[in-house]
């Protein structure tokens, strides 16, 4: 069995950054009211592709996860906690069963540090960034790879330092540092030179029944993927964005986001993205709740020159049979080649686990709806078996 990740660097690399949280959860055990919570997630997955070379996909994965807080004052209103996590997976890819590859791979999910106190938070470590108003085609996902899909929201994390005020009218200021990422997330084109850190912030403010954001990031790209250039190896991006949503009756929300790259790399130099959607809950029986999207991209050498532009409708709908089981989609249709991606999935949940059966297609070349490889979406049709322990 190939054991794609048990090179001695990266075990040690993932030893080390353990064995600092194993060290704070030693250190501070001798407080009083400290509280530790062990949980985890077990799930095993089958799917069939027909379209594809490699057809049947078997899976399992385990995400144990270690909690730990440390109250700092009587009031609770100050603690120190912390968060260790590992995604353990094993795979066998066949082509209808008459060849088979396995694969297994062990890898830090989440270790992160934070503290807290009544209007702060920092959070050192591993982590999960996530922000904006859309909810399945988002210019705003600069820091996760969540594929609206998929029902367990997997999505890799991102090494850095995020800071968080509150103010008393529900205001907030975010600032985070990034250092040691590489891969491309969300709308990303090109990945990010990971020797370099990465740094910005965003403001959100509460309005008249909902709320208003501007956010800014400042990487340094890296095209060598495309090409060896070596002066392509650093390129500074800036992006802005900002987001609004509001609950009017209907929710109403958008989303705009500006890149632009400082060395020329034709229509990749800049990007600008915007997205508008709406949701509601219609009272059809148990509920039945929409939610519509169009996104606008546009490709251009310089700024805002809107010449090469891709235009993507998204929909979700939800419906609950009962209190045990559901049924919800999720579609896209790229106006300018006439894709259509789709994923039908139904919910059960029995005593202890939940189960869900999904139907799906994929175009080959599909853009917009966002993928990563913690989930294994296959081109074409396919159907995709899940359960899912929880403990």
């Known amino acids: ?117 009544k209007q702060f938070e920092v959070r050192v470590g591993l982590q999960k960034i996530d922000f904006g108003a859309a909810a399945i085609i988002r210019p705003l996902q600069w820091f996760n790879q969540i594929d609206p899909r998929d029902p367990l929201q997997l999505t890799n994390g991102v090494y850095g330092i995020l800071g968080r005020y509150y103010f008393l009218n529900n205001a907030n200021i975010w600032l985070w540092t990034l250092y040691g990422n590489e891969k491309t997330r969300g709308f990303d084109f090109v990945e990010t030179n990971k020797k370099i850190p990465e740094f910005g912030g965003r403001i959100q403010y509460p309005t008249s029944k909902g709320e208003i954001a501007l956010s800014y990031h400042h990487r340094t790209a890296s095209s060598m993927a495309l ?93 609950p049979l009962g209190f045990f089981d559901n049924v919800s989609s999720v579609f896209t249709y790229n106006w300018g080649v006439q894709d259509v991606t789709f994923a039908l999935n139904y919910q059960h949940q029995f005593k202890k686990i939940i189960g869900y059966l999904i139907a799906s297609y994929t175009p080959s070349n599909q853009f917009g709806i966002q993928q990563n490889d913690l989930v294994n979406q296959f081109a074409g049709p396919a159907v995709r078996a899940m359960l899912v322990y929880n403990h």
């Open 1 to 117: 069995m190939k054991y794609k990740n048990m090179v001695e660097n990266k075990y040690l690399k993932f030893t080390f950054r353990f064995s600092i949280v194993a060290w704070l959860f030693i250190s501070f055990n001798g407080f009083a009211q400290n509280k530790v919570e062990f949980d985890g997630q077990i799930s095993a997955i089958g799917s069939f592709a027909p379209d594809n070379e490699i057809d049947v996909f078997l899976g399992v994965r385990y995400i144990p996860e270690l909690n730990y807080q440390v109250p700092l004052d009587s009031a609770q209103t100050k603690s120190f906690d912390f968060e260790a996590s590992v995604n353990i997976a094993g795979s066998i890819f066949s082509n209808s069963f008459k060849t088979n590859t396995t694969d297994g791979d062990i890898q830090p999910y989440r270790i992160w540090a934070r503290y807290t106190n």
């Open 227 to 319: 090409t060896l250039m070596p002066q392509y190896q650093k390129i500074p991006e800036n992006r802005i964005g900002i987001d609004g949503k509001w609950d009017i009756g209907v929710g109403l929300w958008f989303e705009g986001v500006l890149v632009h790259k400082t060395k020329n790399l034709g229509s990749l130099t800049n990007q600008a993205l915007f997205n508008i959607g709406t949701d509601y809950t219609f009272g059809i029986g148990n509920g039945l709740n929409i939610i519509l999207e169009h996104l606008l991209v546009s490709f251009d050498e310089k700024p805002l020159q809107l010449e090469n532009t891709v235009n993507i409708t998204a929909t979700t709908i939800s419906y």
